[in-house]
């Protein structure tokens, strides 16, 4: 099984020192964490998917990259972009939608 590591830093503003302000400051900040270790992860995942060497089930041929798109994954939590690696069939010129 695959681990992903990640390490960050939280920094609090106390601005008020009520109890209130801070639950919503640590939910609003989880949010935020959330959304962004998913993009991260997400990136990770398609460098996985990419390593293996994709090819053509007609001719054999590798596929090649053939630009980004951005793509939008929508959570409980959020939303997220991600660019997305394109692919497509060297000499078919036919995209492939593997990894989309």
Known sequence: MKEIK???NLSIVL???DIHFVEEELLRMRQELFLEVLKKVIAEIEKEALKGQKSCNICGLPLVKNGHEKKKVKTLVGEVAVNRVRLRYHYHGKRDATLV
Do not use: E, H, R, T
């Open 6 to 8: 990640l390490s960050f």
């Open 15 to 17: 601005n008020q020192a």
